[in-house]
């Protein structure tokens, strides 16, 4: 079984380590037959999973974040090579999820030795996502963080509770399935293939990433008690019993709203829209775990 491993250089908030060599370490104490590639450009990891899977690879592995993660499994969908994971960002959704290890030795290991499972994968307006999509508040965040000029946990917060002070709701219709629409304000507006946004923050904890069906959850508004009650739930994975959100499942949304708002894909910020056609295929995606 050969593996190829696409480096994201620019992940996480330690950039000391000298991570291609310490891969080649752990990969040749696994016994494995291996290559490591790095990414150049933002966009890079996708062409070159494509690439190594066209080569044959069996597993092609995504070190870096959530971000990185997301452009190695584009370059997977419709390929016979597996996802593989070495978590290397801020919040590292995706590989919670799946319980994979988070540390470097144990993630190489499970990725040199791994099992096989199909996941389902949703589209937002065409593009792929794996773990959460969202429109709303935590796109916002999404693109001020982005911008910011440090990473991880800490930044993020301080960057919400920022935003919060500022970020106003829009007026949606919302259509389920081609049938139950909704007249309502967005908030948030998250749909999860997988429970987590990253680091434990459960947006939807009930969520299961092999059933065909994407939980969305809905913030209408979100006043300071209620602000409260949702950042608790996040932090406990309580949010779907806290009736500060509502849930709904659902393969396919459409979604109109009446001023442009911003999306995300894991995490990372694409762009404003006023129209979002959201859609589910299941298990169109091979991961090694």
Same mark, same amino acid.
């Given at each position: 079984?050969?593996?190829?491993?696409?480096?994201?250089?620019?992940?996480?908030?330690?950039?000391? &380590?000298?991570?291609?060599?310490?891969?080649?370490?752990?990969?040749?104490?696994?016994?494995?037959?291996?290559?490591?590639?790095?990414?150049?450009?933002?966009?890079?990891?996708?062409?070159?999973?494509?690439?190594?899977?066209?080569?044959?690879?069996?597993?092609?592995?995504?070190?870096?974040?959530?971000?990185?993660?997301?452009?190695?499994?584009?370059?997977?969908?419709?390929t016979e090579a597996?996802?593989?994971?070495?978590?290397?960002?801020?919040?590292?959704?995706?590989?919670?999820?799946?319980?994979?290890?988070?540390?470097?030795?144990?993630?190489?290991?499970?990725?040199?030795?791994?099992?096989?499972?199909?996941?389902?994968?949703?589209?937002?307006?065409?593009?792929?996502?794996?773990?959460?999509?969202?429109?709303?508040?935590?796109?916002?965040?999404?693109?001020?963080?982005? &911008?910011?000029?440090?990473?991880?946990?800490?930044?993020?917060?301080?960057?919400?509770?920022?935003?919060?002070?500022?970020?106003?709701?829009?007026?949606?219709?919302?259509?389920?399935?081609?049938?139950?629409?909704?007249?309502?304000?967005?908030?948030?507006?998250?749909?999860?293939?997988?429970?987590?946004?990253?680091?434990?923050?459960?947006?939807?904890?009930?969520?299961?990433? &092999?059933?065909?069906?994407?939980?969305?959850?809905?913030?209408? &508004?979100?006043?300071?008690?209620?602000?409260?009650?949702?950042?608790?739930?996040?932090?406990?994975?309580?949010?779907?019993?806290?009736?500060?959100?509502?849930?709904?499942?659902?393969?396919?949304?459409?979604?109109?709203?009446?001023?442009?708002?911003?999306?995300h894909v894991d995490?990372?910020?694409?762009?404003?829209?006023?129209?979002?056609?959201?859609?589910?295929?299941?298990?169109?995606?091979?991961?090694?775990?």
């Amino acid at each position: 079984m050969r593996i190829c491993f696409i480096l994201n250089p620019t992940s996480g908030t330690n950039r000391t &380590q000298d991570v291609p060599a310490l891969l080649t370490r752990y990969a040749t104490a696994a016994g494995a037959t291996f290559e490591v590639r790095l990414t150049q450009h933002a966009g890079h990891a996708e062409a070159l999973a494509w690439q190594a899977a066209q080569q044959g690879f069996r597993v092609v592995v995504a070190v870096g974040g959530d971000g990185t993660v997301n452009e190695v499994a584009r370059g997977l969908l419709g390929t016979e090579a597996a996802l593989g994971i070495v978590p290397r960002g801020s919040g590292n959704g995706l590989a919670r999820h799946l319980r994979l290890p988070l540390d470097l030795p144990g993630a190489v290991a499970r990725a040199c030795a791994p099992t096989f499972q199909r996941i389902d994968v949703g589209r937002i307006n065409g593009r792929p996502f794996f773990c959460t999509a969202g429109l709303g508040f935590d796109a916002h965040v999404s693109k001020m963080f982005a &911008q910011a000029g440090t990473r991880g946990l800490k930044t993020y917060v301080k960057i919400s509770l920022r935003e919060y002070r500022r970020y106003r709701p829009t007026p949606v219709q919302i259509t389920l399935n081609g049938e139950q629409l909704l007249d309502t304000h967005c908030y948030v507006l998250a749909f999860a293939n997988a429970a987590q946004y990253g680091n434990n923050a459960y947006i939807a904890p009930q969520a299961n990433i &092999q059933d065909g069906l994407l939980d969305v959850c809905l913030i209408d &508004q979100l006043p300071f008690t209620r602000a409260l009650r949702v950042g608790v739930g996040l932090a406990l994975g309580t949010l779907a019993t806290s009736g500060a959100a509502v849930y709904h499942t659902s393969r396919h949304i459409l979604v109109q709203s009446a001023a442009p708002l911003g999306f995300h894909v894991d995490g990372d910020y694409v762009t404003d829209a006023t129209r979002f056609e959201v859609e589910l295929t299941p298990l169109a995606l091979e991961v090694a775990n």
